[in-house]
């Protein structure tokens, strides 16, 4: 393409650096970094570029789109060991919790959701994460071979298509690399290994694009993570903050455990009112470190109860924090210059990363599974009284056909004391194999993208064409802990497996021999296959340039290919068919704690897109850009046109504002509208109509009406269908937004960025929750679906269009660099954004919520995202990132500060006034040396100040806001890179 002709006075290199420092909020913190970089570095370049959320090729500084630039330097500097990092400290971002998920850490721009914003790798979709087919996941993008990461905070559904209603991050690779490098990184927590992070990489290159016409590169990393438990942090689960402050947090019920509380009938060991009332270990204690003693939530109540007395799992051992990962990624590049200004160029992706995602015990508590229960015989030489195991003591009746109660002491119940009449009666109990360890499933995640791409100049047209493959798959596998029930229950009639304490060598033995490893129970896929073609050309000069034309064309097939259950461990009826529904869902199977699922389907969508972008600098300091892009849904049978304008005045080097208007949306997944089959999970919950409770969110509170009995619709095991195969109703989510702001320059050196955004939408998709259904049953009616005696078959709480968001905020970022003779160059930092407002109703015509600078346990905060995400929206007020860097020669450091204002706690606890969250700061201390030949050496120090997560009253949390915070503690860092040549 033509470079634009220069015009005006001044030096143009220094006018174009300055733009640039203009261009965005991250823009300045950006070039600021380059300045970090020394004197020596090369002026900076007059070459056009493509800029995240234009089609347009222009000089840096000429963008009227808020653009973040963030450079793997940059990010290294500031303590991150991984891009999840990157997308947890976004001031543009809420993405929330220490805990990424079996999915991955995903962005999440603006609170809309990580579906509403859109992740590019080089400008181009990757496949899908295929469970969800929503969102990509950050671990699939290569770092070694990163170049920048830009992050457009503003609608781009006119230039994207789908998704990009929140914003799109694109991860840039480098065009080209020569020479070889490796890199090894080290993260460990202060306090212990657990929650470790090492990585290493290498990246390797030949050829030189302007000398020989030729570049090849190859970048290879490889990062592992270990498990950080609640046992590692105890304190911040314990509630013995809230105690303290009293606070009281509510004693644990008994719930099921490796030390088995028993009873004498199967309903009784399904989690009703007279869940296993005796415990043969309670007397001389639970033993650790699977259980701890409890006598149960009402031991505080007035009058107290002591009807949970027993063991209950102990959290602190079975319970994950962070779960661990191992991810793999491999990048190719290969460039040729063909002649006459033309290149062509593959791109390989292979990404590879496995979610350790730990389940805590597994007990057999599913309806999946042959029975809710196990049994003991009385032949059993663990039978309680037999020699082994303990009889239990008791008060009252015992006459061998009863159920007296338990013996605690004389003070808590009363009365004549007697060892439990067995009179040989079968045993009914709930347990889990302690000794297995903490259960744990493999999330496996492959990601693999093949791209041919061409460009050049034809005809005074530039032109960019592609040829894009994708291929994501997720392989869920059990890990370890995960046991088979049948072979189970033999071990405990044939007294082989105690429940009511360790092992033996024996039933260990045959405890490992029963244990279900690497066992891959659920299987999906997802493709992205299209071909698209820009072409670029300047049509006439205008008072400030060329009146530029880009028209693009593509041509994509989404496709999601689901893999029948596997059979091995399904159950089989008596006519020896397969236990599975009408509908290809599984009923019955032997692992305990995991289902196989999945309904041998594939399916496909076909989408055409068109668009079309002009740029016109009108004159020197105006200059206005309009796209408008249409994009058809074969399956959805309806096509969606989107504009956008943007307008930039600029009438100095010292000011430049900017301001854009557009509308957007974001399409059904291909799973959500040809879902093959029903996701089925499960509840235990009280019928909101046969048991109704003054809280019914609380399981066993309600009462049964007259007609109904007590053990089928109160605390029961419920089925609710988070997707239906009926999904023919759904349509696009529609977005409008705007953004009003500029950057400017009040003295020499200081940079300063405003941009003041809103964003509206209208049929949001998400699902029903299962609380709301809970909470209003005659609103929701027809969702409950009964059996033909009454009781419930399941509760439908699938995707519909329901309800409406708007928000408003302004984004700020700033840099100043202070430049000193003996002392270095300093350079200061700060990008953050405020909510003004974050409103959304869950249905259309309803309650507007307000979710700004809020935490509350209150199920319809929910909101947008029901149904993808399990964690509260929680809306920062204000946050920012903050940083002051220095370099003196070879030396260099920094110290960054990631900070989130306080929240105001709408559900503390009953009966507590504690309702201020307080804000959240953490540092981050780095500091490098350059010195050593061909080496580069970083150390640092995580979260500086060791500070912990901020002290809640609120009922979803244990003493501690967890979600938002750094739980690893103080963890020092060490990074090494060798450049060969």
Request: proline share 5%; net charge neutral.
């Amino acid at each position: 393409m033509n470079r634009r002709p220069w015009n005006g006075h001044r030096d143009p290199r220094a006018l174009t650096h300055r733009l640039s420092l203009c261009a965005g909020a991250a823009l300045c913190l950006v070039n600021a970094a380059h300045a970090q970089g020394g004197e020596g570095q090369a002026p900076v370049s007059m070459e056009r570029v493509q800029v995240t959320g234009s089609s347009i090729k222009r000089l840096s500084g000429e963008t009227a789109l808020p653009v973040s630039v963030n450079r793997p330097e940059e990010l290294e500097a500031r303590g991150h060991t991984e891009l999840k990092d990157l997308v947890l400290e976004l001031p543009q971002s809420q993405s929330l919790g220490f805990n990424t998920g079996a999915a991955g850490p995903v962005l999440n721009l603006r609170g809309l959701g990580p579906m509403r914003t859109l992740t590019l790798l080089n400008g181009r979709r990757l496949a899908n994460e295929p469970l969800q087919d929503q969102y990509v996941s950050v671990n699939v993008i290569p770092r070694m071979a990163l170049d920048r990461a830009e992050t457009l905070r503003d609608g781009a559904s006119s230039i994207y298509g789908s998704d990009a209603i929140g914003g799109v991050q694109n991860f840039i690779m480098k065009e080209s690399f020569r020479g070889a490098r490796m890199k090894a990184d080290w993260n460990v927590p202060e306090r212990s290994s657990a929650g470790e992070t090492q990585a290493v990489g290498a990246i390797v290159g030949f050829g030189d694009l302007v000398v020989d016409g030729w570049n090849l590169y190859g970048a290879l990393d490889h990062q592992s993570k270990s498990a950080l438990m609640q046992g590692d942090r105890p304190e911040l689960y314990d509630g013995s903050a809230l105690n303290q402050l009293g606070l009281l947090v509510t004693p644990s019920n008994k719930n099921q455990s490796p030390i088995a509380n028993f009873g004498f009938a199967p309903a009784s060991a399904a989690g009703g009112a007279n869940n296993n009332n005796y415990n043969a270990s309670f007397a001389t204690g639970c033993v650790a470190p699977w259980s701890l003693p409890t006598l149960g939530a009402g031991s505080v109540a007035t009058p107290a109860t002591y009807g949970n007395a027993g063991c209950y799992r102990d959290p602190n051992f079975y319970t994950a924090i962070s779960d661990g990962s191992k991810i793999t990624n491999l990048f190719a590049k290969g460039a040729l210059n063909v002649g006459q200004g033309h290149r062509v160029s593959l791109e390989l992706l292979h990404s590879a990363f496995t979610v350790e995602k730990y389940r805590g015990l597994q007990i057999n508590s599913s309806s999946n599974e042959p029975f809710s229960y196990y049994t003991i015989p009385s032949t059993s030489k663990f039978y309680p009284g037999k020699g082994i195991t303990p009889l239990v003591n008791v008060v009252g009746s015992n006459t061998g056909s009863n159920s007296p109660a338990m013996f605690i002491d004389a003070t808590k119940t009363p009365g004549v004391v007697s060892p439990l009449n067995m009179n040989n009666r079968l045993v009914y109990f709930q347990w889990g194999p302690g000794e297995l360890g903490n259960a744990y499933r493999n999330d496996e995640q492959v990601n693999d993208r093949l791209v041919l791409a061409a460009e050049g100049t034809l005809w005074k047209w530039d032109y960019r064409v592609g040829l894009n493959y994708g291929h994501s798959q997720r392989n869920t596998a059990t890990g370890g802990g995960y046991i088979l029930y049948s072979k189970a229950q033999e071990g405990f009639t044939n007294g082989i497996l105690n429940p009511f304490g360790p092992q033996d060598a024996a039933g260990l033995a045959y405890l490992k021999s029963i244990e279900l490893r690497d066992y891959v129970y659920r299987r999906n896929e997802a493709f992205n296959k299209g071909v698209d073609a820009t072409l670029t050309r300047e049509l006439m000069q205008l008072g400030g340039g060329p009146l530029t034309l880009a028209v693009t064309g593509e041509l994509r097939r989404d496709e999601a290919k689901v893999h029948a259950a596997p059979l091995d461990y399904v159950g089989k009826l008596a006519d020896g068919r397969y236990n599975i529904s009408s509908a290809g869902v599984v009923v019955k199977d032997d692992i305990v704690g995991e289902n196989p699922t999945g309904v041998a389907a594939r399916l496909h969508r076909d989408i055409k897109s068109a668009v079309v972008e002009l740029d016109a600098p009108l004159t020197k300091v105006w200059s206005v850009n309009g796209a408008v892009r249409s994009d058809t849904y074969s399956d959805l049978k309806t096509t969606t046109v989107n504009p956008k304008l943007s307008l930039r005045f600029q009438p100095s080097a010292q000011l430049m504002l900017r301001a854009s208007a557009n509308t957007g949306f974001r399409a059904p997944s291909i799973m959500d509208i040809q879902n093959p089959t029903p996701e089925v999970r499960q509840a235990t919950i009280d019928d909101p109509v046969l048991c109704p409770s003054p809280t019914p969110l609380i399981a066993g509170s309600g009462t049964a009406v007259a007609s109904a009995d007590p053990v089928k619709v109160c605390n029961a095991i419920t089925d609710y269908w988070t997707k239906s195969p009926d999904n023919s109703h759904l349509k696009p989510e529609k977005s409008s937004g705007w953004s009003i702001g500029g950057a400017f320059e009040p003295v020499h050196g200081l940079l300063v960025t405003l941009d003041y955004w809103s964003i509206k939408l209208s049929d949001v998709l998400g699902a029903l929750t299962l609380p709301e259904v809970q909470q209003q049953p005659a609103k929701y009616a027809a969702n409950i679906v009964r059996r033909a005696d009454g009781t419930i078959d399941h509760i439908l709480t699938s995707q519909a269009n329901r309800g409406d968001m708007n928000m408003r905020g302004l984004d700020v970022a700033a840099t100043y660099q202070l430049r000193t003779n003996n002392l270095g160059t300093f350079n200061f930092k700060l990008d953050g954004t405020y909510y003004d407002k974050y409103a959304f109703s869950v249905e259309k015509g309803g309650e507007m919520l307000d979710d700004v600078g809020v935490l509350t346990a209150d199920a319809r905060y929910v909101g947008p995202n029901a149904g993808l995400a399990t964690t509260q929206q929680i809306v920062y007020r204000w946050k920012h990132t903050a940083a002051v860097a220095w370099r003196n020669g070879d030396w260099s450091a920094q110290l960054s500060q990631r900070y989130n204002s306080g929240l105001t706690d709408l559900t503390p606890r009953a009966g507590s006034a504690y309702t201020s969250v307080k804000a959240y700061k953490q540092y981050n201390f780095s500091a490098g040396y350059a010195g050593f030949k061909n080496w580069k050496v970083n150390v640092g120090v995580n979260n500086l100040t060791n500070v912990g997560p901020a002290l809640t009253a609120n009922t979803g949390y244990n003493g501690y806001l967890t979600s938002n915070a750094d739980v690893l503690g103080r963890a020092y860092r060490l990074a090494a890179e060798y450049t060969f040549y």
